[in-house]
């Protein structure tokens, strides 16, 4: 039994055979959007902020 929240910016994943279906690419988009995209904003501004020159105060 799956429970939904009343708000999922996340699309909800078929399964099985429907999986590459077109609903399948949409949340696949949707993951994309909303999971890796900020995923990978934060790990280049983490490697960005490290590899920054530190100025001298």
């Known amino acids: 039994m799956r429970i939904f929240a009343s708000v999922t910016p996340i699309r909800v994943s078929p399964s099985g055979a429907d999986l590459f279906s077109m609903r399948g690419l949409e949340t696949l988009k ?3 959007i ?3 995209l900020p995923c990978a ?8 902020t490290l590899r920054s ?3 001298a105060s």
């Not at 904003?41 to 960005?48: D, Q």
């Open 53 to 55: 020159p530190r100025t």
């Open 41 to 48: 904003v934060l790990a280049l501004t983490g490697r960005w």
């Open 30 to 32: 949707s993951e994309l």
């Open 34 to 36: 909303w999971v890796w």
